[in-house]
């Protein structure tokens, strides 16, 4: 069963910082996309940002330049950078993952996902 558990989500003011850890657990296997996907109160889901398992990486316009996925396979871990954070970043922010998937981008459909870590930007 894949687990993943988010941490890092905090409160900050715009123009800061926050990096998000999600651990994952429960897989071994060498093909995989994960992902981050947010939702901010009345909106729909947006994927913010994704990573193959070949380490490429996709991300949405309004985070590009702003926020980095990476991982670290020896620790099972996955990571989103977010920098020049704006009020319109506050959201959820779900770690989601594939391990059976046709293509890895930033989406919002995937079939693990963590239980979500609130970010809170105030102007």
């Known amino acids: 069963q894949v687990q993943l558990v988010e941490s890092g989500g905090g409160s900050v003011q715009a123009g800061g910082s926050l990096r998000l850890s999600c651990a994952a657990s429960?897989?071994?296997?060498?093909?995989?996309?994960m992902g981050w996907v947010r939702q901010a109160p009345g909106k729909e889901r947006e994927g913010v940002a994704a990573i193959d398992s070949d380490g490429s990486t996709s991300y949405a316009d309004s985070v590009k330049g702003r926020f980095t996925i990476s991982k670290d396979n020896g620790k099972n871990t996955l990571y989103l950078q977010m920098n020049s954070l704006k009020p319109e970043d506050t959201a959820m922010y779900y770690c989601?993952?594939?391990?059976?998937?046709?293509?890895?981008?930033?989406?919002?459909?995937?079939?693990?996902w963590g239980q979500g870590t609130q970010v809170t930007v105030s102007s």
């Open positions: 989601a993952a594939d391990i059976v998937y046709i293509s890895c981008h930033a989406k919002t459909g995937y079939n693990y």
């Open positions: 429960g897989y071994s296997y060498s093909s995989y996309c």
